[in-house]
């Protein structure tokens, strides 16, 4: 809002003036209006101004007096004129900035909450005040004052002259319109393609209406009068001389080239590398985040539909969304998880994935997908209502084709690429292969019609999805390790979902209190976090040790659970988690998560309860196993031919007895169809069978798996020689 005060009362002339432009009486009688002194300008209007120390004052004044609705105060004049012929945000900063070249200034915002004092004026009786913003740009640019310059860069140029609204091409004494106003403000260059392109501009006009298109052109096509003059057409309603447009936009190009530093066109959201691939920023929807001394002006960004958007404040987000997921640590590991996905690029080591929560209906899944979409945007989960939510929805679902989405994967910019309700996919046998090919980074390359090779690089993510099952399920059971290092399983419990060995409390997930909290969090405040986190990371980038970090996360991680959960493949999925606890830590110490909430021990605890839910479901068939020798009396030394279903061979291995299992008992142990199949190939993939021979238990006679049980002992079960069986140790208390 803009106010002025006036010590006379105005009278009814001047008051119309000023309703006509926009402005309400804030004194005075409200039915008669007598007596007004105050009034009030809102975002309907625009005011110029022409400050008392220009050059031009004292020439200009008369004129503007003679012909506008003016207030003079002791600073200058203002002269307010209504918005809406000029209400394009384009044109109004154009006019801003040609404006503020000569001395002058348009204010279209009004935040100006100061109380201006002077003395309002009108022209002279029978004379109406000009109404149009456009009519005193042409008093401006009849006194000489540069305006056409200031607003083209140029008056005349190779025999064409500008106008204010036209560019003419004078011949001798012949003058032709050639079409509306055209300038060139950018030339850009593609970082992907190394393409050149051109941002071109034109002034356009619809009866009483003025606003500025922009078209961002290949520099090709620019050349290309056919293409350009077919373009001005289409997106202005003008009439435009051919020929003659063709050459003025060739010799402004090559003025533009020659003068106007090019610029690193950004299209796509994410990390913003130089030529030699060092990250000098990060685009976050229509926010442009640079490292410490990157120049702003080398960029310029224009991202069509970004997936990012915005509402509430971090600390918001803090109060609302992290401190309920405080109380969870599961959530607390995902939310780390979801942040991991953005630093998935900056260190080496972490490898493509897709993590998956599994759990009962009503467990929170789709809540905790909306959390972690949250993060980065639209907190919106599919088919729920989203009633003053901005921007896309973040989370996508499998009633997408395989190939739509690892598309979609592909376009995942910053952050993960999120997927409910894994178990309605259709994809059959393909499944494995839609795990596999994600997990290696959905690159394809293909042939096109004409021989071209048409290629998507592979692209690091982690996909994050839920579902009522698990990917283990979904896969066959002849499925390769490389499947299980690619899909990673978490168990949020409910229903039937359940683990031998596992107490009931360990799967209790989300408390209905915390539910309510965070689902009203999520709803108000969102996308804040990742713009932040992004900042944090930029400002470590030049003084980090984050890979020394990693390996020293994963070794945290690797002491908390058994040596094979440290082998080649499930190595990597560690990777995982040890880069979602140092993402933790990066969004700790640089204030993303307030320390009121959260501690790196909470941190931690939660990384490393997702990583426990992932190895008790992964390697659940060795609880299940290990709940069985247990309830074991005796286990005593055989041959196959004592027909015994289980018994110790012979052969020991690192210190303990390996065991012959029927493979009857163990379909009792891990009953249903073809199980005990899927099982076995596990064991042989653990590398837990003492030898895999082809036929070597099946071949005429009774089939037995010859197992190890090392492993035992890091399951904190150990072989009693005296009692001929297996026993838990007791842990002390701490």
Known sequence: MSKFFSNDALNADVIDAVIRAGGKALDGERGSLIGVKSIEFSESTVIFSLPKTHR????????????????????????????????????????????????????????????????????????????????????????????????????????????????????????????????????????VTKHYFTQINILSRSGMKYGVISSIIPNTDLQDSKKLTDLVISITPSVVDRKLLGTLVKELLRHAVIQIGTQTWIRTEGWIRDEDGVIEGCACGQELLLAPGVDPDRFHMDIVAPRLAQIGTLSGWNDAVLAPVSQNLTLLGAVQLGLASTMVDLVSGVSSCIINFFGAAGRGKTLTLSILAGLYGNSGAPGQSKPGQVGKTMIETFGSTQRALQAKGQQASVGPFLVDEIGSNSYGDLFESYVYETGNGNGRTKLSGNGDIQESPPKTLFVLTTGEVSIMSLVSRNAKQGVFDRGVDINVGGGDVSFEGEDTDDFVFLQEDVKKAVSAGISKEYGTVAPAFVEALLSEMKSQSWEVELAQKRQELADSFPSYVSKDGPNRVLSRFALALLAGEVALRNGVFSEQYVDSDDLFNGVLVCAHRWVTTRWNHLYVLADALCSQKRIPYSTPKSGLPLYRHKDQYEGMPTLMIAKDFMEEIFPGRNQVETISKRFKDDGLIVRSDPGRHTVGKEPYYHLKTEWLLEHQIEWSEDWERFEAVELPDM
């Open 56 to 191: 031009d004052y004292i020439k200009l004044l008369p004129t503007l007096k003679k012909h506008c609705l003016t207030f003079q105060s002791s600073a200058g004049v203002f002269l307010p004129f209504p918005k809406k012929d000029i209400d394009d945000n384009k044109l109004l900063v154009f006019l801003q900035q040609a404006l503020v070249g000569i001395g002058l200034n348009i204010d279209f915002t009004l935040v100006d909450v100061d109380l201006k004092y002077g003395l309002w004026s009108i022209p002279e009786s029978g004379v109406e005040p000009l109404v149009h913003p456009f009519k005193v740009l042409e008093i401006f640019e009849s006194h000489g004052m540069g305006l056409i310059e200031a607003m083209y860069g140029r008056s005349q140029f190779n025999g064409f002259e500008f106008t204010l609204e036209q560019i003419r091409f004078r011949k001798k004494q012949d003058v032709e319109d050639v079409a509306p106003c055209i300038w060139i403000d950018k030339v850009l260059r593609d970082p």
